[in-house]
């Protein structure tokens, strides 16, 4: 029996880099959320294991032992089938790849192997708005998040990821402010927009794309990249808002991926 699962773009709506580890390894505070488009996969039990990848950015993606699906399958100890309909822009601080394979664990039961995939991939077993600290591993879910409309918008650079924290100056950042609640969505908006990306300036300072991304959002309550780039949100007050501009943004810049979307809150 085939079974069919989302994989929600992964939004990091603060990341704060607290420290390194002595293997290199950064120290994170971050609040993440989820966003309702995605991409989708079909896993069928199969005598050996393939992957078929198709959708908008299908291109590039590999479709063998380097595909984290791939690998997730393997760790659960089964071959399996598995079609993957890429409908996220891959390397862009939205964890698709992250998403993908937590999607695989979660369906075949295997959700302890999270870590060995990658340090985004924890978080992404659960869709619910988590705080996540250490190089990832260490989850909790926040409660009074309010469910947002944002805008993403992915300018078609790729930012590699140890890149952007090679650029990062200062390894040492205060901790997010950790009073987690909330008696409003205004409560909630100040809040974030005390908080910060670290990663912002040294994924801009070599990609003047995303500075130009960031730009395109001024228009919103808030604008920010989330995880190491590229792909930038902006958060707008309501669905009617945040469509108007995702369209204006879409037409200036047709080659841009622009998405209105709806966060899921708790
Ligand atoms: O764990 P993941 O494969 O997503 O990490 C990609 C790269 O990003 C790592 O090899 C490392 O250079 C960097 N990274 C880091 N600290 C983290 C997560 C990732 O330095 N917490």
Request: charged fraction near 20%; hydrophobic fraction near 45%; charge should be negative.
């Amino acid at each position: 029996m085939a079974i069919e699962v989302f994989a929600p773009a992964k939004i990091n709506l603060t990341l704060h880099v607290t420290g390194q580890r002595a293997d290199g390894y950064h120290l994170l505070d971050s609040l993440v959320v989820f966003a309702d488009v995605g991409d989708r996969l079909t896993i069928d039990p199969a005598p050996r294991m393939r992957v078929d990848v198709s959708g908008p950015f299908s291109v590039g993606v590999p479709r063998d032992e380097r595909n984290l699906v791939w690998r997730a399958a393997e760790l659960a100890g089964v071959t399996t089938q598995i079609s993957l309909e890429k409908n996220l822009p891959h390397g862009a601080g939205i964890g698709g790849g992250s998403s993908d394979a937590a999607a695989v664990l979660r369906a075949l039961g295997a959700e302890a192997h999270a870590l060995v995939l990658g340090s985004d991939v924890p978080v992404c077993l659960l869709d619910a708005p988590q705080r996540m600290r250490g190089i990832g591993e260490n989850v909790v879910p926040v409660g009074g998040v309010p469910a947002l409309h944002l805008v993403l918008v992915n300018p078609g650079v790729h930012v590699p990821t140890p890149d952007v924290f090679k650029r990062l100056k200062k390894k040492e950042n205060p901790p997010m402010d950790a009073h987690l609640q909330w008696s409003d969505r205004a409560a909630f908006l100040a809040w974030l927009i005390e908080q910060r990306n670290d990663l912002q300036a040294p994924a801009a300072s070599g990609n003047p794309a995303i500075l130009a991304a960031l730009k395109t959002l001024k228009g919103a309550e808030l604008a920010r990249m989330s995880g190491s780039g590229s792909t930038c949100f902006g958060v707008y007050p309501d669905a009617e808002t945040v469509r108007d501009a995702a369209a204006e943004i879409a037409e200036k810049q047709p080659r841009w991926w622009v998405e209105a979307v709806t966060t899921v809150g708790a």
